[in-house]
């Protein structure tokens, strides 16, 4: 069965992107508006039990989004391309290299969550895994990692969005898949070029952290910070973010 997916652009510049675990293809904010149409071809994936692929069921772990990726890659006929990974995206696109580093140019971790198990204290590990079923927890999710700083009404939208468009179990699933999975030593000395972006307000995903974990395991890695922003670059400075990913593919 085709896979469905979003689409922007018909140039040479191949990406597949991958959004975190609140999102979909759909919410990138105005960034969907701001990329290159010719010099570029981005194609979104929503993941199983999100978005446009809501109702299909799955296993809900990031071996079967890569698995996914790589199906869709052929069926658009590409035998390579970029990934550009969002949060828990960026983990995925990382499974997606250790299962085909042959086909893999290049790759973009936007505030990306680290191939080492995601280490979580008491508190935080209470805070997510009860986010499935509770608005309020992915509220004090989205406030954390955007620096305690964005407006209430874009926490609200931010909420009843991944409500909406996301199951409750697909959530959960991906959270237990993401958070324990440990892909560093399969990823360690990689050398495909790798372009991490941060934002500068978040709590979560900071520089320092970028350092010791994405820039020890590749080589080739540049960990630019992202003023203005915290762990939402498409919605809080989305011009911004969009030269810095375009000028990386671009080289």
């Known amino acids: ?12 510049v191949r990406v597949i ?12 904010g105005s960034v969907l508006d701001h990329l290159d149409p010719e010099g570029f071809s981005y194609v979104f994936l929503d993941y199983r039990g999100y978005g446009d692929r809501r109702d ?5 772990t990031l071996a079967e989004i890569a698995d996914d990726v790589l199906e869709l890659a052929d069926q658009l006929g590409w035998d390579t391309f970029s990934l550009l990974g969002h949060s828990m995206g960026g983990k995925a696109v990382q499974q997606v290299l250790v299962r085909a580093p042959e086909r893999v140019e290049k790759l973009i971790g936007l505030a990306p969550v680290p191939a080492a198990p995601y280490a979580m204290d008491d508190a935080t590990h209470a805070l997510f895994h009860g986010a499935a079923t509770d608005p309020d927890k992915r509220r004090a999710i989205l406030d954390l990692v955007t620096g305690n700083r964005v407006s209430r009404h874009w926490l609200d939208g931010m ?3 991944s409500l909406a468009v996301s199951r409750p179990e697909a959530f959960a699933g991906y959270l237990a898949s993401w958070q324990p999975l440990d892909l560093s030593a399969a990823v ?3 050398t495909v070029p790798v372009l991490v972006l941060v934002g500068e307000y978040d709590l979560a995903i900071t520089a320092d952290v970028m350092r010791d974990t994405w820039q020890a395991s590749y080589p080739d890695c540049r960990i630019v910070t992202v003023p203005g922003s915290g762990h939402y670059p498409p919605h809080e400075t989305p011009v911004a973010f969009v030269t810095e990913v375009e000028a990386f593919l671009r080289i």
Do not use: C, E, Q, Y
Not at 1 to 12: L, Q
Not at 17 to 28: C, E, I, Q, Y
């Open 1 to 12: 069965m085709a896979i469905a997916h979003r689409r922007i652009g018909t140039g040479p």
């Open 188 to 190: 360690k000395g990689n």
């Open 56 to 60: 299909v069921p799955g296993r809900h």
């Open 159 to 161: 909420v009843a969005h």
């Open 17 to 28: 992107v991958l959004h975190d675990w609140f999102g979909t293809s759909a919410n990138w």
